[in-house]
């Protein structure tokens, strides 16, 4: 297994904080935005006790309707804070979201067990922890900054309430938080049960016909049965701690207008209150305080919680940490004239109880040798690829490249050591230089024409608009043009060793024999992954992989030696149109045509 260390975080919590700390800049303008936008709920009891009792009860109705009117101008700052502060909402959660995703895509790439459901449930709730980031921050900026508001205004209006309005809300809040942490706990078991259910009657339901045959119906349906019921206590569990949440909410919100009200008459007779201030006070407690208290109750049960429990499961990924400093230096050191690459008991299975697909193979390619490797589909010719490449840790066994174990470097590193070029080519919106020169970027005109003239593809870059024209849509391009660009890329590379996982599938046999010539000639060690005979024509040796096992040879030599091979090549042959054979060069047009019109493939 890969030796790399793994670094977890301590919680959700902990994580949502280490992310938001780098985005402290914006989380400050939303925090100053917000304050424009509680101007409203800070002036508003205010405004209306001047507007009643300088303006209306004293019979001056022009000064109570500019009191109004200027509670009218804070909610029109308060509509454009509102407008203001979003862009910077963006700026905290979408780096929180990109961080996210590349969390959970490094966790799946360090461990090849991790299965495509596995990935796509941390995916979504990636989402779902951007979606809930942003909407607690859009309320809780409001919310909380409102409910500061009301209580400065309150301050400031009626110092005499607060006794009646403080007491009872602090100990709302001291519910708030006591509660958070075991509805916390409830809901994650929710979550867990519910995952533990899917689970379970998942594999209950792809083994039925063999349950049915074994008669075990009936102890299955009783632990699948047992599962369910656990997934109900845990409902149950979380909906007995969530009824406490209209608790905070008669606390903070209407206890302390029950207390007011009752007390005005008292406050009123005395003249600590006017009636103005009476209205100033009512506004500040029902349109402010108890909506505010509301809304937090509410987040606690739902919103926060979601969040905090899929924090907690992104937390749980397992990510690797960067390359040791003793594979750096490795990489930095020169070869010891050893070989390029060394495969050493190399053993790759799909699953634990899955046969493999590579066992014990054991493998040497000189600096400047070809290779070519060929198999039915399925033998593991790609994932050979992907352990030469460092995309997959080998599970038992060792590869190096250059003497370094390529899946310890960071992408940039391993990028220099080796290339790789999938069956699929990747091109992206953006220039034809940019395309090619996108692993050598100091590649000048000279040598960007040279490579396009060697890999044949003048005419295609030609029609392009050349080295300056641009893709804005890759997509439009077809498979085979993609795939001679990419290679175009890769011959330009500066690694020492490339590999061409059926880099060539969409290619003719003319035009693929150009280009697997091409990377013969150029400095380096070539790993052609075939697809047609022509390729082991061409090659070195020839490494055949079949069910686990391997047998390298020259062409010649494996046509002796294995009855698979000489099947293989009889295949070819039969298949192969009159005239020629697919490892030869011949004077057949460079098209890029799609695989499907391409005879004779393995």
């Known amino acids: 297994m890969g030796r790399h260390r793994e670094v977890r975080a301590a919680s959700g919590r902990a994580l949502l904080a280490g992310q938001l700390a780098t985005t402290r800049p914006a989380l400050v303008r939303v925090l100053a935005w917000s304050t424009v936008e509680a101007l409203p709920a800070l002036l508003s009891g205010i405004l209306l006790s001047a507007a009643a009792d300088q303006g209306f009860l004293a ?46 895509v490094h966790g799946a790439l360090a461990r090849p067990e991790a299965g495509p459901a596995e990935v796509a449930r941390l995916t979504e709730q990636v989402e779902s922890a951007r979606q809930l980031t942003a909407t607690l921050l859009r309320t809780l900026r409001g919310v909380g900054v409102t409910l500061v508001a009301a209580l400065l205004g309150l301050t400031l209006l009626a110092p005499v309430t607060l006794p009646l309005v403080l007491p009872p809300l602090i100990v709302a809040g001291w519910l708030f938080v ?30 039925l016909r063999d349950l049915t045959a074994c008669g075990a119906q009936q102890r299955i349906g009783e632990a699948v049965g047992a599962t369910i019921e656990a997934q109900g206590d845990a409902v149950r569990s979380l909906g007995r701690a969530a009824a406490l949440r209209s608790l905070t909410v008669a606390l903070g919100g209407r206890l302390p207008v029950l ?22 006070v009512a506004a500040y407690l029902l349109q402010q305080l108890e909506p505010a208290v509301r809304t937090l109750a509410g987040m606690a049960g739902g919103w926060v919680l979601e969040l905090a429990v899929v924090l ?6 397992q990510v690797p940490a960067p390359a040791s400093d003793q594979a750096a230096e490795a990489l930095e050191a020169p070869d010891a004239g050893g070989p390029a690459v060394r495969v050493t008991g190399l053993h790759h299975a799909h699953g634990p109880l899955a046969r493999p697909v590579l066992a014990g193979l054991d493998l040497e ?29 080998p599970q038992r066994g060792e590869v190096s490249v250059g003497g370094v174990q390529p899946h310890l470097l960071p992408g ?29 970027p100091e590649a000048d005109d000279a040598q960007l024409a040279r490579a396009v003239a060697l890999l044949g593809a003048e005419e295609l870059v ?39 996982d059926e880099a060539t599938c969409h290619l003719d046999p003319a035009a693929e024999a150009r280009a697997e010539e091409a990377f013969a000639a150029r400095p380096g060690t070539l790993v052609v992954i075939a697809h047609r005979i022509g390729s082991a024509l061409r090659a070195d040796r020839v490494l055949l992989l079949d069910s686990g096992h391997c047998l390298t040879a020259r062409h010649g030599d494996l046509q002796v030696l294995s009855p698979l091979y000489r099947e293989l090549v009889g295949h070819w042959l039969g298949s192969a149109p009159s005239g020629g054979s697919g490892g030869e060069r011949t004077a057949e047009p460079q098209a890029t045509g799609p695989a499907s019109t391409m005879p004779g493939r393995w």
């Open 259 to 280: 207390a007011v009200v009752a007390a005005t008459p008292w406050l009123v007779d005395r003249h600590w209150l006017t009636a103005g201030q009476v209205l100033g």
């Open 365 to 393: 390619l000189a600096p400047g040798e070809h290779l070519a490797v060929v198999g039915p589909s399925g033998a593991g010719k790609s994932t050979l690829a992907a352990l030469l490449a460092g995309l997959l840790p």
């Open 178 to 207: 006591r509660l958070l942490g075991p509805l916390v706990a409830r809901r994650r078991a929710v979550v867990i049960a519910d995952e533990r259910v899917a689970a379970e009657a998942g594999l209950a339901f792809e083994g």
């Open 462 to 500: 030609a029609r392009l608009g050349g080295p300056d024209g641009v893709l804005p849509d890759p997509a439009a391009l077809s498979a085979g043009e993609r795939q001679l660009l990419a290679l175009v890329r890769t011959y330009l590379s500066p690694a020492p060793v490339v590999v061409l």
């Open 312 to 317: 907690d499961r992104l937390a749980a990924v």
């Open 59 to 104: 019979g001056r109705l022009g000064v109570g309707c500019l009191w109004l009117a200027a509670l009218g101008a804070a909610a029109a700052v308060r509509a454009y804070a509102a407008r203001a502060v979003f862009p910077y909402v963006a700026a905290v959660v979408e780096p929180l979201r990109d961080a996210l995703v590349v969390r959970v």
């Open 412 to 440: 940039p590193l391993r990028a220099s050591r080796l290339a790789l070029v999938p069956q699929e080519a990747y091109v992206f919106a953006g220039t034809v230089r940019e395309n090619l020169g996108w692993l050598n």
